[in-house]
Every structure is written in structure tokens, then in C-alpha cells.
């Protein structure tokens, strides 16, 4: 089993807040992380949602809870239920404990925020991202296979290529066809499809529904907005917002939009293996979109991630700001990576505490004063410095 950063995160906060709700797309390994917790707690009571027998067990929601008062209570796909929400406040009110409920959720934003807003303040969010960089052996090998099959473990962790490949197209299909359905989203699966594959084209690209729109057959630019937003909340999708600073220049205003497993990229792309991968169009962006996601996971609370760029072309690829402090990652796919005359720009506009090229490189070296070049395995040092 691999080892979760995010097994020490849920330790804390299950000690600080009664309820913690894990967030993460199916098949992340959320239920394996709970298990796994509640197997410290002998009083745990485990109940998995899309089980009939299980839900059978809330059909008195209040009856329930109240006999396991002084248990742990893991509630898995609690999305399953959204009227647990309403049962679960008087619950805590009347025994705010520390540690008394862990709910798995396959949904995030508005699919489950709508449900949760009673329970403000009583409520723990952590999220569950596929396996990161940071979770695997550091040696090259390891990374490519992270990069070519995603994070979703039974992908990385499939005997061959071919096997790796055939489980990301059936969890396409499956979560089009089941998981969305599950969630209350109503969109045609096949059109949902192609939306999918198209953004996987525009992978990190700004986006443009009235463009996209028309890609596609003419959708309406609010039909496509629906669909990014349904994906993004899925956590299929991240919307990456442009950085705004009083620099005096023209700021682009259009988010960025990445397909966020590598995995599911390649999938939706038909590309199945690392030559296929080293030789295609998408394969810049396609790292791009990986290490944006090893930065995002290794932010801590508080911290806000974006990307910069001006009308006239000067850009970073992520722009980290923690309090007072900002810095900033450019990616590039390189050995012996170079950069343009517009990131040194992007340095002093945004006057930069420090910055970063990430690259696949084995070791991290100067590129000038308060500018190194690092690997993916120096994200999280070049954060926390």
C-alpha cells in the first residue's frame, strides 16, 4: 500500500474538529486512507453508502447517530445521501467532541457545498489528490510512470501499460456514464464525452467557451461554462486563476484550464505508452499540468495559487503566495531548460521573494541569484523554504 501524505493531515484533524468531510475523485483512495484510520479506532463504525444494507441503517438518520455517540462514525460516498447534512448538525451540537465523524465525498464544490452549509463550523475539509511525486521513490523511472499512467492507484500500480491504459478508458466511461448520474448531474454522456477530450486538446490553454463552444458544434458558451463547472467540481478539471497585481500593465483576466490527473489526460488523448507520450503535441503541456498539480498539493493552508500573464506575452506558470510571501514556478520540459526574457519580466513585476524552473532534471542548480532550477521532487522545499 502506498503511503498517503494526507494520512498525517486526517490524524490532525480528526484530534481538532468533529467532523472531517475527505474529498476526492472515486477510486483516489479515500476509502483505503479511512479504513486504514478507523482500524486505530476500536469503536469505529464504517458504513459504506452505496451499500443498500448500509443506507438501510440511516433510514432514521437521528436514531442512529445518537446510538453511536461516543464512536467513530465513517460514513463513505456520503454524497449518496446529502440529507445526512441536515441530521448530522444537532448531532455534533449536542456532543461537540473532536473526531466523531469521517465522511468520504466523491464531489466537491457546489455538488456538495449546497448540502453542507449547515454545518459551518463544525466541519473539516481535507482533500484527497491522486498519488503525488512526493509519495513515490525519486528515482526517474518512477516519475515517468507516475506522469505516463496518473495517480489513481490502481493505474499506477497495474502490471503492464496495457492494463494501466484500459482501466483509465473504463473509468472514463464508468464515471460518465454512473458517478456523474449518482452526483444528480443530468448532462448527455456522450456530449460530456467530447467536451472532455476537447479540453484535454486545450490542456492549460486559456479559456474561451464561446470558442470551444463553437468547436464543438455550435454549444452555447453558458452550456460549455456548465460542463467546465460540472468537471471542476468533480475534480476531474482545475480552473487555474490569473494572478492580479497592481503592476500597471494589462493583465489577461481568462483562467487557465487543466485536465488534473496525467493519467486521465493521456487517456482522453488515446496515448498509451511513453513513446507515444515523448512524441506527441501535448507533451509540454501535459507536464506542465502534472507539476502544476505537485505544487498545488503541496500548499499549505491559507496559501493561494495562481498563474500570471500580461497582453503583451510575459508569463509564469504558477505564482504561489503564502501571507507577505510570493513566489513562482515556470515549468518547462527540458534537461537543460531555458527561459524567455518574458519570466525575468515576470520576476520584477511581481517582485518575487523567490522563483523556480521545474524540469525533469536529477539535481537542482542556480540559474542566477534567487532563480534554481529543481526537479519535482524540490517542490515542496522550494514551498516551505
Known amino acids: 500500500m502506498i503511503e498517503r501524505q494526507a494520512q498525517l493531515g486526517l490524524a490532525t ?31 469505529a463504525t464504517v458504513l459504506d453508502l452505496e451499500r443498500a444494507s448500509d443506507r438501510a441503517l440511516l433510514a432514521e438518520p437521528e436514531l442512529f447517530l445518537a446510538r453511536h455517540r461516543n464512536h467513530l462514525v465513517v460514513l463513505d460516498e456520503v454524497q449518496l445521501m446529502p440529507e445526512l447534512f441536515s441530521a448530522l448538525r444537532p448531532e455534533i451540537d449536542a456532543q461537540r467532541e473532536p473526531g466523531r465523524f469521517l465522511l468520504l465525498g466523491s464531489a466537491s464544490g457546489d455538488l456538495l457545498r449546497q448540502k453542507s452549509e449547515s454545518l459551518a463550523g463544525r466541519l473539516s475539509y481535507l482533500e484527497l489528490p491522486p498519488v503525488l511525486a512526493a509519495e513515490l521513490p525519486s528515482d526517474l523511472g518512477t516519475l515517468q510512470q507516475l506522469w505516463l499512467r496518473g495517480g489513481f492507484p490502481l493505474s499506477l500500480l497495474a502490471p503492464d501499460e496495457t492494463e494501466s491504459y484500459q482501466w483509465r478508458r473504463d473509468f472514463i466511461e464508468s464515471f460518465l456514464l454512473r458517478d456523474l448520474a449518482q452526483m444528480g448531474v443530468r448532462f448527455a454522456a456522450e456530449s460530456l464525452h ?9 490542456q492549460g490553454q486559456q479559456a474561451n467557451a464561446s470558442a470551444l463552444g463553437q468547436s464543438l458544434g455550435g ?61 506527441h503535441p501535448i507533451v509540454g503541456a501535459s507536464w506542465e499540468g502534472f507539476v502544476i498539480e505537485q505544487i498545488a498539493a503541496a500548499l499549505p493552508p491559507g496559501a493561494h495559487l495562481s498563474y500570471y500573464r500580461t497582453a503583451a506575452g510575459t508569463e509564469l506558470d504558477a505564482v504561489v503566495e503564502l501571507g507577505a510571501r510570493r513566489i513562482g514556478f515556470e515549468v518547462k520540459f527540458s534537461a537543460a531548460p531555458t527561459v524567455t526574457k518574458g519570466f525575468w519580466q515576470a520576476i520584477d513585476d511581481l517582485k518575487l521573494d523567490a522563483a523556480y524552473v521545474v524540469a525533469p532534471v536529477a539535481r537542482s542548480f542556480p540559474l542566477r541569484a534567487g532563480v534554481e532550477v529543481i526537479g519535482v521532487d524540490g517542490i515542496d522545499t522550494a514551498i516551505q523554504a
Open 194 to 202: 467530447r467536451f472532455w477530450r476537447m479540453q484535454a486538446h486545450l
Open 219 to 279: 454549444l452555447a458558451h453558458t452550456t460549455v461554462t456548465r460542463y467546465t463547472d460540472t468537471l471542476v467540481d468533480a475534480m476531474m478539471l482545475r480552473r487555474l486563476e490569473p494572478c492580479f497585481v497592481n503592476s500597471g500593465k494589462r493583465l489577461v483576466k481568462s483562467p487557465k484550464v487543466y485536465v488534473r490527473d496525467s493519467g486521465l489526460l493521456h487517456a482522453l488523448l488515446g496515448i498509451a505508452d511513453l513513446n507515444a507520450l515523448q512524441g
Open 13 to 43: 484533524r480528526m484530534k481538532q474538529s468533529p467532523a472531517v468531510l475527505l474529498l476526492g475523485p472515486r477510486q483516489v483512495g479515500k476509502s483505503t486512507l479511512a479504513r486504514t484510520f478507523a482500524a486505530t479506532r476500536p469503536d
